[in-house]
């Protein structure tokens, strides 16, 4: 399975990711960060370059304001992310701790991104299991139902005795290559002959879609001269953030509603222009608003606002 799997990867696998020729433990740990919720292609194309650039070094990231990280951060969504690396970044500086058990005590870090950065990072001899892993391990094993325990001790016991960072990688991409999640590629797979779930693929492939809640949410347009009126959120997950401040639904002033979907959250947003001055609000030109954190359902908000 080992020589097989590997010899796959040198072929196939994903080597010119950037986090992947890095032997910068902070650019690793960025990475997996961002990728938690987020595509490759994004990140790769809008994000982690840019957020490197500004942000160097954990000592960097450390001594920049908050809202500066969520401003490099809009439109990323989950911005608990930005803060737990803000907050670990504080606590670590200038250098992330080399063991799992320590990681795993920071913020934000579970224990597959303590084995990423061990692994990944640090070269050390770890297992790692993601979704994409966990899948492939799932088939592989003819496991029904695992527990994550139960997953992490297969990844454990199916480990590779000297090639573990190779061998992790090669699983990950094996996951999102071949072994997908509705349609897998087992014509393509280098574990084909030692797979339990070939035979039964249809017993090991879900089908169910992910469940959505529905939600309207109502928002205002204050205008003073040329600036509009934002307001911090306190809490959920665009906690610290500038917003169009929320009010109820409106019976005069609407401006439009658009569709934004946020994790679990398929919103309708609608928009009102109002004059009754609002409390606990300050006011920000459009120019100022760009450089400052505010969420992607903000600036469709704006969009929509400007486009009127
Ligand atoms: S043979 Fe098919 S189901 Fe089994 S690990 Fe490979 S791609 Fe996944």
Same mark, same amino acid.
């Given at each position: 399975?080992?020589?097989?799997?590997?010899?796959?990867?040198?072929?196939?696998?994903? /080597?010119?990711?950037?986090?992947?020729?890095?032997?910068?433990?902070?650019?690793?740990?960025?990475?997996?960060?961002?990728?938690?919720?987020?595509?490759?292609?994004?990140?790769?194309?809008?994000?982690?370059?840019?957020?490197?650039?500004?942000?160097?070094?954990?000592?960097?990231?450390?001594?920049?304001?908050?809202?500066?990280?969520?401003?490099?951060?809009?439109?990323?969504?989950?911005?608990?992310?930005?803060?737990?690396? /803000?907050?670990?970044?504080? *606590?670590?500086?200038?250098?992330?701790?080399?063991?799992?058990?320590?990681?795993?005590?920071?913020?934000?870090?579970?224990?597959?991104?303590?084995?990423?950065?061990?692994?990944?990072?640090?070269?050390?001899?770890?297992?790692?299991?993601?979704?994409?892993?966990?899948?492939?391990?799932?088939?592989?094993?003819? *496991?029904?139902?695992?527990?994550?325990?139960?997953?992490?001790?297969?990844?454990?016991?199916?480990?590779?005795?000297?090639?573990?960072?190779?061998?992790?990688?090669?699983?990950?991409?094996?996951?999102?290559?071949?072994?997908?999640?509705?349609?897998?590629?087992?014509?393509?797979?280098?574990?084909?002959?030692?797979?339990?779930? %070939?035979?039964?693929?249809?017993?090991?492939?879900?089908?169910?879609?992910?469940?959505?809640?529905?939600?309207? $949410?109502?928002?205002?347009?204050?205008?003073? %001269?040329?600036?509009?009126?934002?307001?911090?959120?306190?809490?959920?997950?665009?906690?610290?953030?500038?917003?169009?401040?929320?009010?109820?639904?409106?019976?005069?002033?609407?401006?439009?509603?658009?569709?934004?979907?946020?994790?679990?959250?398929?919103?309708?947003?609608?928009?009102?222009?109002?004059?009754?001055?609002? $409390?606990?609000?300050?006011?920000?030109? $459009?120019?100022?608003?760009?450089?400052?954190?505010?969420?992607?359902?903000?600036?469709?908000? *704006?969009?929509?606002?400007?486009?009127?």
């Amino acid at each position: 399975m080992h020589t097989k799997l590997l010899s796959w990867y040198e072929k196939h696998g994903r /080597h010119d990711l950037p986090w992947r020729n890095t032997s910068d433990v902070y650019h690793v740990y960025v990475s997996e960060v961002m990728l938690q919720q987020t595509q490759v292609k994004r990140v790769l194309e809008e994000y982690y370059f840019q957020f490197l650039e500004r942000f160097p070094t954990l000592e960097t990231l450390a001594s920049a304001p908050l809202d500066d990280v969520f401003s490099l951060w809009s439109g990323l969504g989950y911005y608990r992310r930005a803060r737990n690396l /803000h907050a670990t970044a504080q *606590l670590c500086a200038p250098a992330l701790p080399t063991t799992s058990k320590e990681l795993l005590a920071l913020p934000g870090i579970g224990r597959y991104t303590a084995s990423a950065i061990c692994s990944f990072g640090y070269n050390q001899k770890i297992s790692v299991v993601d979704t994409n892993i966990a899948r492939v391990l799932t088939r592989y094993l003819g *496991l029904r139902d695992p527990k994550e325990k139960e997953l992490w001790s297969a990844a454990d016991s199916l480990l590779h005795p000297k090639e573990v960072r190779s061998h992790n990688l090669a699983l990950m991409d094996l996951g999102s290559l071949v072994c997908l999640p509705k349609n897998p590629l087992c014509d393509m797979c280098p574990l084909l002959f030692g797979c339990k779930a %070939k035979e039964n693929l249809h017993l090991f492939t879900k089908t169910t879609s992910k469940e959505y809640i529905d939600q309207d $949410l109502y928002f205002g347009i204050y205008r003073k %001269k040329e600036k509009l009126a934002f307001r911090k959120s306190r809490e959920g997950m665009y906690k610290d953030m500038l917003e169009l401040p929320r009010i109820e639904f409106q019976e005069s002033g609407y401006i439009g509603t658009f569709k934004h979907s946020v994790t679990k959250y398929r919103l309708s947003i609608s928009l009102y222009e109002l004059e009754e001055e609002p $409390l606990d609000v300050e006011y920000i030109s $459009l120019y100022e608003i760009e450089r400052a954190p505010i969420s992607s359902m903000t600036k469709k908000a *704006l969009t929509l606002y400007l486009k009127r």
